[in-house]
Structure formats: C-alpha cells, structure tokens
C-alpha cells in the first residue's frame, strides 16, 4: 500500500487517540453511563468531515471498541443486567451509538452549514441510540436519578441521556464551527476535492 494510502488510517489512528483522551475528561459524568466531555466527539467528526462517511464510519467503529473498553471500567458489568439487556445495550449503548459519529460528513462538501449539521445530525443519532436504551433496556431498574423519578419512562430516558447529550451537541457543534472559521485547519480538511465526491 502507498504511503499516501495509508495516510487516513494513520489520522484516524491519531483521531481515535485524542478522542479517547478527551473522553477521560469530563465536565460532569451521571450515575448510570453518559457524561460531559472535553469535545471527545470533534475529533471523530471531523475525520469523517475530511474523509468522507465510509472511512468515518470504519474508525468510528473503532472508535465504539473503546467507549465500551471504558465502559467496563466504569462499571457496565455491575450494573445488575441481565444477559439479554447487557448484550442490548453494549450493542446499542456502545457500538451503534458511537458508530454512528462517522456519519458527520455527510454534508462535509456544504461549508460550514454542512459540517455543523453533519455533526449535529451524528450525534443527534447518537442521542436517540441512548433514548432508546434508557426506554426499553434500562426502564425495568427503576433507579432514580438526583431524585428525579417518573412513572414514564420515555420521558425519564428523554430528561437522564439529554442532560449529557445535548451539551455534547452544543459544544461539538460550536468545536466544528470554531475549527472550520480556522483558515488553516480549513484548508487542511476540505482541501482534497476529489474526496468530496467520497
């Protein structure tokens, strides 16, 4: 393989890393899984917004490995699931809701209204990905959250993964905002216009 063929590999190498790294920094983590993080997520979103959505998606992937790595130190295997909802939600929870960052470039080629709504539509997927989770896998526990309690529990897993998630799309929308008014950095990601049509 040409050095140039193994170039997006090695970046998503590198992405993964600081994305990993930004991860274990977070600004307020909840009970039961999910937390504020120093923009874990803008580093997956702008490989996929530089390398299009296929490449995006494969290191993302590899990406999820990781997340759910961390989340078994976090202490997914003590959570007290069952076999069935602990396999739902590894797959759920961990591999489809991190997966799914590597669609930000879907609108990688539409300037900067196309990178912040690439973004915002990957995590916005990744956010129903944690909905669905906390509506059907996790609403048998019946744990209560800083005492907020509901007998509904689309409306408990609504309230619990949108007070992690929406300040993730916020400050990853603002992230890739800030990174694409960088003339440079710019440059460095949309300048390869036979990628584009990836």
């Not at 929308?173 to 216009?193: C, H, T």
Request: glycine residues 10%; proline residues 3%.
């Amino acid at each position: 393989m040409k050095r140039s063929g193994m170039l997006p590999y090695i970046e998503g190498a590198l992405v993964i890393a600081m994305s990993v790294i930004l991860g274990m920094i977070r600004v307020y983590r909840l009970p039961w899984g999910g937390a504020v993080t120093l923009l874990s997520m803008l580093p997956i979103s702008l490989y996929s917004i530089k390398h299009g959505v296929k490449k995006g998606i494969e290191i993302s992937f590899i990406f999820a490995l990781f997340q759910f790595i961390q989340g078994i130190s976090d202490g997914l295997f003590a959570w007290g699931l069952t076999p069935v909802m602990l396999i739902s939600c590894i797959f759920i929870d961990y591999i489809l809701a991190y997966t799914v960052i590597g669609l930000a470039g879907i609108f990688r080629s539409k300037g900067a209204v196309g990178w912040i709504s690439g973004t915002v539509i990957a995590l916005l997927l990744r956010f129903i990905c944690h909905f669905i989770s906390g509506a059907f896998i996790f609403k048998s526990l019946g744990k209560l959250w800083d005492g907020f309690s509901t007998d509904n529990t689309y409306l408990y897993s609504l309230v619990y993964n949108g007070a992690y998630m929406l300040p993730e799309i916020i400050f990853t929308s603002i992230g890739a905002f800030a990174i694409y008014r960088i003339p440079v950095i710019q440059k460095l990601i949309v300048d390869k216009k036979a990628d584009l049509s990836s």
